[in-house]
């Protein structure tokens, strides 16, 4: 059973930069997917980057050039990096994991994004840019 807790939100400035951090517990020696979302009031969940275990990463248009997905596999932490953060990038970050079951692609990846197909969910932390 693998559990995930968020850490690293906050409140900041137009302009700057919060790294977010999810540890994972329950891990096996497999290949996950792995993968940040976020939701702000009245809006739909939006998967905002995603990787696999020593994979290639994706990201959504709106924040491409500007996050960062990693992950540090000894400490079993996912790191998600924001830089030059703007209002519209208040949300709940949630990461989530799952197995990739079949040898994971971009494809594959970016379909489970789409529809937050993971069995695996953070409890959030919370980003609010002003």
């Known amino acids: 059973h693998v559990q995930l807790v968020e850490s690293g939100g906050g409140s900041v400035q137009a302009g700057g930069s919060l790294r977010l951090s999810c540890a994972a517990s329950?891990?096996?020696?497999?290949?996950?997917?792995m993968a940040w979302f976020r939701q702000a009031p009245g809006k739909e969940r939006e998967g905002v980057a995603g990787?696999?275990?020593?994979?290639?990463?994706d990201y959504a248009d709106s924040v491409a050039g500007r996050f960062t997905i990693s992950q540090d596999k000894a400490k079993n932490t996912l790191y998600l990096q924001m830089d030059s953060l703007k209002p519209e990038d208040t949300a709940m970050y949630t990461c989530?994991?799952?197995?990739?079951?079949?040898?994971?692609?971009?494809?594959?990846?970016?379909?489970?994004?789409?529809?937050?197909?993971?069995?695996?969910w953070g409890q959030g932390t919370q980003v609010t840019v002003s």
């Open positions: 329950g891990l096996r020696d497999r290949v996950y997917y």
């Open positions: 989530a994991a799952d197995n990739t079951g079949l040898a994971p692609t971009m494809p594959r990846l970016r379909a489970r994004m789409r529809r937050g197909e993971f069995s695996s």
């Open positions: 990787m696999w275990t020593g994979g290639d990463t």
